[in-house]
C-alpha cells in the first residue's frame, strides 16, 4: 500500500450531521469545534509547513516523476515552496479535475479565490502536493496541508459562518481523498459540502433538497458542483450505498 | 418521497449558464460537449441513486416493487439513450468512422507500395508497431481521446444500468459483454487522456470486470513482466491507477454477490498500475491460452 494518509477522523468531526434537521438556532454550527482534535497535531498548525522540514533536501534525490509533465522545481523557502505547489496545481489543473478543459476560466477563478481565503488556499495545496509528489516526504506535506485546512475550515465555521469557499474546500478534500482511495472520508466532504450549500441557498420547500443555482451561486461554485457529483457516483459505486448529492438531471437539455 | 432531481424552473437557468462560460472561443462545440458530459455523469450518478432504490425495493418483493422497478430502469434506459442521439455525439461518432474508413483505405493503399514507403507514410511509423489491444480482439483506433472517453462514461452507465437490470454474473448477456469489452478495448488504445481522472475509469473497468465474470471465467495471469521503459509515455495513467488500485482495494459493499468479480477487478488494476493498460490483458478465459506478446 503505498499511500496510508488517513483522512478519516478530521472529516467525521468537522462538519455538522449530515442533513440535520431544520431549523437550527443560532449558529448551526456552534459545538463542533474540537480544539483537543487527537488527530490534529497544534504544532503542525503553528508552524504550518512542520512536516516538510527535510522536504527540500530529499526532494531533488529522491522525487519520482510526478503524474503529470513537469514538477514544481525545489524552491528554497517556505513561501516559494507553497507558491511553486499552488502554480504547478493551477497549471496542471486541466489534467486533474474534469470539465476544466471546456471550462479554461477554472484555474484563474479558483487562483483569485484562494487568495483571499487561506482555507481553500490550503485545500488547494493539500491536493497539489499530493498530485505533485508520491513519495513520503510529498505525502507528510500534503497531510500538512491537509491539517492546515481543516483547521481553518473550523475557524471560519465557528467565527465566520458559512461561504462559497467552504463549499470548494469541501470539494477539494473530497478529492484529497478520493485520490487516496478513502472513498468513507471522501462522501462525509462531500456531506459536508451538501450541508454548506444547504445553508447558502436555504429551500422555500421543505421537502425539496436545494442544488446550487446559478443566480445565487458562482460560475465556480456551479462547476464545483458538477465536479463534485463524479467524486459522488464514484464514491457510490465504490460502497454500495446511495449517492449524498441530490440527483441533477437536465430533462431538456438535448440539442 | 424527497423529490431529489433538479426542480424544472431552473433547468433553463443551468442550460443558459452552460453556453454562457463554456469557452467557445476556440472550439465552438464546447457549451454543446459541457452539455453532453454534465449529463453522462448525472446519468451515472441518477443510475447509482436508482441502484439503492432498486435494492430497497428488492428487499420486498411483490407486483408493486416490479412495477416501480421496471419504470425506474424504463427511465434510465430511455436516457441512457437518448445520450447518444445528442448532435455533437452522432457528429463525433460520424467522424470517428469515417476516419476509421480512412484509415482501413490508406493501409490498404500502403500495402501496395515498398516497405519503405510504407514505413514513412504509416500514421504509427514513429510508434510501437502494435497499437494497443486486449487479449486476441482487434485494437481500435482512437483519433480523439476525448470523444472517446465521454464514449466510456457512457458505456459504464450502460454496465450499470444492465447490472441493475440483471444483477447476475458470470452469465453470458451478449449486449453487455461486448459493451464491457468496448470499454477495454478503447481504455486498452487511450493514451492522451490517461490524466488523474484514474478513479472515474477504474469505475468503468470495475464494472467491466464484474461483468466478464471474475476468477472462475477470467482468470487473472500474474507472470507478465512489463519492461519499464514501455511505459514511459503514460506515466501518468500509471500513478493515478496505483491510487485507484487502493481505491478498489476499499471496495468492499458493492454487489455482495459480486466479490469475487471485485478480486478480479482489483488484481486487474494492481497489475495494471505495474504496467498501465496493457495489463488489461491480464484477464483472459479460461479456455484461452494466453501468449507472452498478446498483452496491451
Not at chain 2, 458530459?37 to 451515472?44: G, I, N, P, Q, R
Not at chain 2, 443510475?47 to 430497497?56: E, K, L, N, Q, Y
Not at chain 2, 478498489?248 to 488484481?267: D, I, M, R, V, W
Amino acid at each position: 500500500m503505498p499511500f496510508t494518509i488517513s483522512t478519516a477522523t478530521p472529516a467525521n468531526d468537522i462538519y455538522p450531521p449530515p442533513f440535520a434537521p431544520e431549523p437550527i438556532q443560532g449558529d448551526p454550527f456552534d459545538g463542533i469545534i474540537f480544539p483537543g482534535d487527537s488527530n490534529m497535531d497544534e504544532s503542525l498548525i503553528d508552524t504550518g509547513l512542520a512536516p516538510l522540514s527535510n522536504f527540500l533536501a530529499s526532494h531533488s534525490s529522491h522525487h519520482t516523476s510526478p503524474s503529470v509533465n513537469d514538477s514544481p522545481s525545489p524552491p528554497k523557502s517556505d513561501d516559494e515552496r507553497t507558491g511553486a505547489y499552488f502554480n504547478f496545481f493551477l497549471t496542471e489543473l486541466e489534467k486533474c479535475f474534469p470539465y476544466v478543459k471546456l471550462f479554461p476560466w477554472t484555474a484563474a477563478t479558483l487562483f483569485s479565490s484562494s487568495n483571499h481565503n487561506p482555507a481553500l488556499r490550503q485545500s488547494v495545496l493539500a491536493v497539489a502536493a499530493l498530485l505533485a509528489n508520491k513519495n513520503t516526504q510529498g505525502q507528510a506535506e500534503a497531510l500538512g496541508h491537509l491539517q492546515n485546512a481543516l483547521y481553518l475550515i473550523r475557524d471560519k465555521l465557528s467565527n465566520a459562518g458559512v461561504d462559497e469557499g467552504l463549499v470548494i474546500s469541501s470539494f477539494l478534500l473530497s478529492h484529497f481523498s478520493i485520490m487516496l482511495g478513502d472513498h468513507v472520508t471522501a462522501k462525509k466532504h462531500l456531506r459536508g459540502m451538501l450541508v454548506v450549500l444547504e445553508k447558502l441557498n436555504p429551500s422555500r420547500e421543505s421537502n425539496r433538497i436545494v442544488v446550487p443555482n446559478p443566480s445565487n451561486n458562482t460560475e465556480l461554485t456551479i462547476l464545483i458542483w458538477r465536479m463534485a457529483i463524479r467524486i459522488d457516483f464514484i464514491s457510490s459505486v465504490t460502497s454500495g450505498q446511495r449517492p449524498i448529492l441530490p440527483k441533477f438531471c437536465l430533462h431538456g437539455l438535448h440539442d | 418521497m424527497i423529490d431529489s432531481s433538479l426542480p424544472r424552473e431552473q433547468e433553463g437557468d443551468h442550460i443558459e449558464w452552460i453556453r454562457k462560460y463554456a469557452d467557445n472561443n476556440f472550439v465552438t462545440d464546447n457549451a454543446a460537449w459541457a452539455e453532453a458530459w454534465f449529463a453522462v455523469d448525472a446519468l451515472m450518478h441518477q443510475t447509482c441513486h436508482i441502484s439503492a432504490t432498486v435494492r430497497d425495493l428488492r428487499a420486498s418483493p411483490g407486483t408493486a416493487s416490479d412495477s416501480k422497478i421496471r419504470l425506474l430502469l424504463d427511465e434510465l434506459n430511455h436516457a441512457h439513450q437518448d445520450w447518444q442521439a445528442r448532435k455533437v455525439i452522432k457528429d463525433a461518432r460520424e467522424r470517428e468512422s469515417f476516419q476509421r474508413m480512412n484509415d482501413i483505405f490508406m493501409n490498404m493503399q500502403i500495402r501496395e507500395t515498398e516497405p519503405s514507403i510504407r514505413a514513412e507514410s504509416s500514421p504509427h511509423a514513429n510508434q510501437a508497431s502494435k497499437p494497443r489491444r486486449i487479449l486476441d480482439y482487434s485494437p481500435i483506433q482512437i483519433h480523439d481521446p476525448f470523444v472517446a472517453s465521454r464514449l466510456n462514461n457512457w458505456r459504464a452507465a450502460q454496465l450499470h444500468i444492465r447490472l441493475i437490470q440483471d444483477p447476475m454474473w458470470g452469465v453470458y448477456d451478449g449486449a453487455r459483454f461486448f459493451c464491457a469489452l468496448d470499454l477495454c478495448r478503447t481504455h486498452a488504445a487511450l493514451e492522451e487522456e490517461r490524466t488523474f481522472l484514474g478513479a472515474e475509469k477504474a469505475v468503468g473497468l470495475y464494472l467491466a470486470g464484474v461483468v466478464f465474470g471474475g476468477p472462475d471465467m477470467y482468470e487473472v495471469f500474474h507472470d507478465f513482466v512489463v519492461e519499464s521503459d514501455k511505459v514511459g509515455g503514460v506515466g501518468v495513467g500509471s500513478k493515478a491507477v496505483e491510487r485507484v488500485g487502493i481505491f478498489l482495494s476499499n471496495c468492499k459493499h458493492t454487489f455482495p454477490q459480486f466479490e469475487a468479480g471485485l478480486e478480479a477487478a482489483g488484481e486487474l488494476l494492481g497489475g495494471y498500475s505495474k504496467g498501465c493498460g496493457r495489463a488489461m490483458g491480464l484477464i483472459r478465459p479460461n479456455n484461452v491460452t494466453l501468449k507472452k506478446d498478446v498483452h496491451l
